[in-house]
């Protein structure tokens, strides 16, 4: 589907549709952060909606993982995230110094200026919520925003009494989509509501079905020299007016980053095969942006043309660690059955992965999916093992697994 950043680069969005859409999110990113958890990464391109209309974040743990992004305020931090978000949302621009793929907003004493600024036909209420989320200065004595639950809120009360988002769920590995509809409204204070924009176009009836997003378990992990990193924007920093959040954020947001040394692939029941799973590409897993790594091809047969029990990827941790999460972002096609496994050793052998304890599963996954472990033990070495494979997109009888990223937290 087409992400925030495709829909504002062909036109803008109408003003209660683009707060709605960033309501969803702050909603479920608000959900997620009662669980301690953040996203650290939003941007118009982690904003993605199907061809139906069902809105979804993408990214979540791998993006800030991958790029070493931390926050000593995370829940600040996706708060002035979501403002940037909504910022775009409304005038097609980014006040933000990072490259997100949309002209720069302008500023005026290093501030961006405010939404009614730069585009005509912002309602005032949504305008004073932008600035109160990107702790803009001139709010008239109006807090900034310190929380993604603040924000949804604030966004939910401003909005048409038809366009309340639904609230969102946060749940442990499974997103759930409750979906709403955006209806007409000509509310004092919403021009163009549900109908065309500033520039005349139609309005953008792709976000006439927004899905408030029940996030996965998030983790904040991978990437060398996270732990000391601080956030690239200076809107996110506790220095801007109104920029330190008063609320103490959950210890799981502020959980030991753990860096696998190394990948390889596992081919523990075929310790002949000298492939090793594609092992020469298993290290991409541990960088962005990279094409990842997969399974060999097999055939007839989804449980590896039976030929064996399984097969999956090793990571190495350096040291023992005791790991509560792995955040895994596999292929898009549905049908892996996939267990976690800890241990010891790395040896290719039958009699090694018989020794291994499986500390987490999970049946027909696809996707970015949180393996939360419920009970940790402490072992060097992490294996993704999978007991059953998913269709080739290209069909033929063939079957692959794929995973693109890893995202790891947990103590040492």
Not at 186 to 215: C, D, F, I, Q, T
Not at 218 to 227: D, P, S
Not at 382 to 411: C, D, E, R
Request: charged fraction near 15%.
């Amino acid at each position: 589907g087409d992400t925030l950043g495709d829909l504002l680069a062909t036109g803008s969005i109408d003003p209660p549709s683009a707060a709605r859409i960033v309501a969803e999110v702050a909603a479920a990113i608000s959900g997620a952060h009662a669980a301690g958890l953040a996203h650290l990464c939003l941007r118009p391109d982690a904003i993605r909606w199907t061809a139906g209309g069902g809105v979804k974040v993408t990214g979540l743990g791998i993006d800030a993982a991958l790029t070493g992004m931390t926050a000593e305020d995370p829940e600040l931090a996706d708060t002035r995230g979501l403002g940037e978000l909504l910022y775009a949302a409304l005038t097609g621009l980014w006040p933000g110094p990072d490259d997100s793929g949309l002209p720069p907003a302008p500023e005026a004493d290093g501030w961006p200026r405010r939404p009614r600024q730069v585009r005509a036909g912002v309602p005032t209420t949504l305008d004073d919520i932008t600035g109160r989320a990107l702790a803009l200065p001139g709010r008239d004595q109006q807090a900034a925003f310190d929380s993604p639950a603040e924000l949804a809120t604030a966004l939910a009360a401003a909005l048409p009494p038809q366009q309340v988002p639904m609230a969102a769920t946060a749940q442990v590995h499974r997103p759930r989509l409750d979906s709403g509809r955006v209806g007409q409204s000509h509310a004092a204070g919403w021009p163009n509501a549900g109908g065309a924009s500033h520039e005349g176009r139609p309005g953008r009836r792709g976000v006439g079905r927004v899905a408030a997003v029940g996030l996965l378990v998030l983790v904040v992990a991978v990437g060398a020299g996270a732990a000391a990193m601080h956030l690239l924007h200076k809107s996110h920093s506790g220095g801007r007016p109104g920029g330190k959040s008063s609320a103490s954020s959950s210890p799981s947001a502020h959980a030991a980053i753990i860096s696998p040394t190394s990948a390889s692939g596992f081919d523990a029941l075929n310790p002949g095969d000298t492939g090793d799973e594609n092992t020469a590409d298993a290290g991409n897993v541990l960088k962005a942006g990279s094409a990842g790594w997969a399974t060999q091809q097999y055939y007839r047969s989804p449980y590896f043309g039976n030929l064996k029990a399984g097969t999956g990827l090793i990571l190495d941790l350096g040291k023992p660690a005791r790991v509560t999460s792995i955040t895994v972002q596999f292929g898009s096609v549905p049908g892996a059955n996939v267990q976690i496994k800890a241990g010891d050793s790395n040896t290719r052998s039958a009699a090694n992965l018989a020794t291994m304890t499986t500390v987490a599963s999970m049946t027909d996954v696809s996707g970015s999916y949180t393996f939360v472990i419920q009970r940790p033990v402490s072992d060097r070495y992490l294996v993704i093992w999978f007991t059953k494979l998913p269709p080739m997109t290209q069909g033929g009888n063939k079957y692959m697994a794929q995973i693109f990223g890893v995202a790891i937290h947990g103590s040492s």
